[in-house]
């Protein structure tokens, strides 16, 4: 049974990994995480904040004067509150890279040019097999259209893509206007692989303390369909590899993302409520399951129910919707009917 995988270039022995989390901030960590079985290692995310405020000191600024506006101490993160530090962080890029076998796959989130895009060089001289660039912004701004927010995508993607010779990702929200546009041009400058998706995390209302509270909710499998959908439609189109994060919490869930089109799958969720050894008993799973069906490898299923052979993805998405609609009308006539 094989369950080796190319992701971005990279041989992977198996599809699974840890997703960018605090699963691998020790090497302990990581080390099982390897015994478990995870193809490859993606680091904690480096924030851009955080290097251009060493660069500048402004992290320093602010601290200095966060007493003078009350509201200004929950608007940033204490530096201390972060795991690793920018130099920190490629001192641990060695030690892991020392510790395992495996890939490692840094992890630097940001959205707008600057000198912090320099500092990728340097985790491609640390030792990172990879860097996964994680594109988190909300757009608040009314006067920003949606076509500047993605040139600045862009823009930041061809900029790191300029300044490492190691295979770059792109993580990605599901809410662009025209979501296979944007993978398409990122595939035209030669990114290595695209992640759906970032989760945005909900703020919450704190009604005694009249405060807005930041409020961290795990995946639950129900979130995988999302990416199901989206990986269906761009796996025909990109050559980018394509790696889900998301809503996997079993090995049906990570049977599923491979047959839609990814070359790798990443869990974090289940693993912090699990375990590393959880990796295990997914992959026991799929192997299960694939000599049941008579898979062989993975490479044998993978893109089997992306929608490369259906010539009209819009018609079947149409299709589908009106299909879904009236099967939930159905159901509400005839259970009025019965009663």
Known sequence: MDLSTNYMGLRLSSPLMPGASPLVDN??????????????????????????GEQ???????????????????????PKDFALGPDQYLEHIRRIRQAVKIPVIASLNGTTLGGWIDYAKQIAQAGADALELNVYHVATDPAETSEQLEQRVLDVARNIRNAIAIPLAVKLSPFFSSLPNLCCRLDDMKVDGLVLFNRFYQPDIDLDLLEVVPKLALSDPSELLLRLRWLAILSPHVQASLAVSGGVHSAADAIKAIMTGASAVQMVSALLLQGPQHLATVLADMKAWMEQNEYSSIRLMQGSMSLSRCPDAHAFERANYMRVLQSWRGSLGASQADN
């Open 56 to 78: 500048l000191g402004t992290i320093y600024q602010m601290e200095m004067y966060a007493d003078s506006f009350a509201e200004a101490q929950s608007y940033f993160p204490d």
């Open 27 to 52: 090497i302990d960590g990581v080390k099982r995480l390897e015994d478990s079985g995870a193809g490859a290692i993606v680091m904690h995310s480096l924030f851009e904040e955080q290097i251009a």
